[in-house]
């Protein structure tokens, strides 16, 4: 696997870049986040092969176990 090489970047241009990159970071807003998390979250359910522990499921008919 081949490695990215960094581009190591100090003084004025340094503090540009890393102004910018935040600046398109901040712009997301937090509602779209959480309903990319949100959607990710749905399709990693359906993974049957998953790893670790599995959602809880509901049950069909409230009340049938009483």
Known sequence: MKHRTV????????????DTAMKVVLAV??????????????MTALNPNRPGPKPKRKLSAPGAGA
């Open 7 to 18: 581009e190591y970047v100090e003084g004025p241009e340094a503090e540009k870049r890393f």
């Open 29 to 42: 807003p937090h509602s779209e986040i959480q309903r990319r998390i949100a959607e990710h979250k749905k």
